[in-house]
Nanobody, 126 residues
Framework: QLQLVESGGGLVQPGGSLRLSCAASGFTSDYGTIGWFRQAPGKERGGVGC????????YYADSAKGRFTISRDNGENTVYLQMNSLKPEDTAVYYCARETDGSSCVMGYASGMDYWGKGTLVTVSS
């Protein structure tokens, strides 16, 4: 069983915060990368950031730096995306995904990810 399940999305006012969770199960290796991506209305799916499963090192898109933080809970096999100072342009469906090997996540390329969750909707509106 290979599964990624996102949760934590919802409606939030501009300037507010949300914490998204990505629960991973069924993976046979601790190696690889877990990434967060988002797709806003009328836009392509783009990278938010990623975390290496082996050592926890993180990478962020320019739009996320200083506002978003990716972390992990090794005991629960869960990756988190803490989002602060949210803006209306952050409105999107947020996905977590796995990259088995490569550098696609670091570069923000969704095409390099090989397992995806269903996504969770984040709406930032006043």
């Amino acid at each position: 069983q290979l599964q990624l399940v996102e949760s934590g999305g919802g409606l939030v006012q501009p300037g507010g915060s949300l914490r998204l969770s990505c629960a991973a199960s069924g993976f046979t290796s601790d190696y690889g990368t877990i990434g967060w991506f988002r797709q806003a209305p009328g836009k392509e799916r783009g990278g938010v950031g990623c975390i290496r499963r082996s050592d926890g090192s993180t990478y962020y898109a320019d739009s996320a730096k200083g506002r978003f933080t990716i972390s992990r809970d090794n005991g629960e096999n869960t990756v988190y995306l803490q989002m602060n100072s949210l803006k209306p342009e952050d409105t999107a469906v947020y996905y977590c995904a796995r990259e088995t090997d490569g550098s696609s996540c670091v570069m923000g390329y969704a095409s390099g990810m090989d397992y995806w969750g269903k996504g969770t909707l984040v709406t930032v509106s006043s």
